[in-house]
Structures are given as C-alpha cells and as structure tokens.
C-alpha cells in the first residue's frame, strides 16, 4: 500500500468548506484513495473514495489530481459535527494500513 | 443490530493474564481485520484476515494471536497480557464488491477498550 501523508491538525470555520489535503505520491496504479472519518473513540467511518476520476456523494467531494500523487477531500458546508480526525488511504487490496490522519477543528 | 459487534467493548484485567477480544459480523464479509489505537494515535494493524484458511500478521503483531473460526467470526488473544498493551481495539470488516474488483470499504466495530494493570 502506498504511504500517505497529512497534516497533523486543521481548522475550519462553521459553514464554511474544509478542504483536507492527502499526498500519496508512491500510489501504484491499481490502488484507490479512500477516506475515513473517527469521532472521538468511535470505530472509524467510510466517507468516500476514489482511483482517478473526481467522485461526490452526500457527505463529501473527492479530488483526485491527474498524477494522482495527491488528494483533497471537501466537506462543503463544515458543521460542528465534522469534528474528527480524518483519514486517507491508499490501497488496493491488501493490508490497509492507516497514518495517523488529520486532526479537524470546526471552529463556531 | 450492529453489523460488526465486538465483545466485550470494556475489559480491565492484571498483567499475564489470557485475554480474548471476539468479533462477529452479520455483513457477509470474507475479510476482517483487528485494529489497535493509542491516544493520540491513529490505527496499527495487528492481524488480517482473507477467508477462514487466511490469516496474515499485521504492523504490530507481538504478543497477539488471532483465531478465524468461521467466516463471521475473528477473535483476537493476548497470551499473557502486559501493561502496554492497554489500547482501543477494533474489529473491522470488507468485503468484494459486486461488479468491482477491488475490496470496498471498512466496516469498524465499536471498539474493545482494554486496560491492562
């Protein structure tokens, strides 16, 4: 799996859109983005994933750059219940192994 | 019902003592994983799991041992526990997704706290 690196910790106004950056510059061709979400203690959520095209769902919006080397992930109207820490990873099919992600304040 | 249930979800125990964490899960799932979190840390994997003959050891497996009973069941062991490996554990799940060829996405139980003195 390739290795992905975040920032440790980002802020966000209320009602605004937060845009979580995700380099994964050793991704091989098969492998996917996905993302996660864990609030508090609780057991992570899948929020969206992607392998090169751009993909939107409910929660969120997933851009892919065309090397693919790097992602954002975009919550587009940040609530005070986006607060978590977020994941991204790369895999395939194999272990999925996840970093220590990224730490999201939403500030009111 | 929950799809991925672990048990017990609290547990204290004293140092050398065997310790079991149980998972079950109701979604249909060849492949299940246990997970371990510190404070302040994010995920380590211990052991996967691939179907019930395929057991693979993870970032972190020392001291754990795991049993894949069925399909729907993957138990974690701690043969004599230790005080560092008091954590947060979890179960997670996935599966192959019909019409793609890759695995989708993770499935976590609600996490097994552990407290090791």
């Known amino acids: 799996d390739a290795k992905t690196t975040q920032p440790p910790s980002m802020d966000c106004a209320e009602g605004r859109a937060a845009n979580l950056p995700c380099n994964h510059s050793t991704i091989s061709g098969n492998e996917y983005v996905y993302w996660y979400r864990q609030i508090h203690s609780q057991g992570p959520q899948y929020i969206i994933h992607?392998?090169?095209n751009n993909e939107t769902n409910e929660m969120a919006s997933l851009i892919i750059t065309e090397d693919r080397k790097s992602s954002t992930l975009i919550l587009p109207h940040a609530t005070l219940r986006d607060t978590a820490v977020y994941y991204c990873i790369a895999h395939r099919d194999d272990k999925i192994i996840f970093g220590k992600g990224t730490r999201l304040h939403i500030l009111p | 019902d929950a799809d991925v249930t672990q048990t017990p979800r609290n547990r204290i125990t004293k140092t050398g003592k065997r310790i079991m964490l149980e998972c079950s899960q109701t979604k249909g799932h060849d492949r299940m994983y246990w997970y371990r979190q510190d404070p302040g840390l994010g995920l380590r994997l211990i052991y996967y799991s691939f179907d019930v003959k395929d057991i693979n050891k993870g970032e972190i497996s020392d001291g754990y041992s795991v049993s894949r009973q069925a399909q729907a069941k993957f138990s974690l062991s701690l043969e004599s526990a230790i005080p560092n490996q008091t954590a947060l554990y979890f179960c997670?799940?996935?599966?192959?997704?019909?019409?793609?060829?890759?695995?989708?996405?993770?499935?976590f139980g609600e996490g097994s706290r552990l407290t090791v003195l």
């Open positions: 997670a799940t996935s599966g192959l997704v019909q019409g793609r060829w890759h695995t989708g996405e993770l499935f």
């Open positions: 992607g392998l090169k």
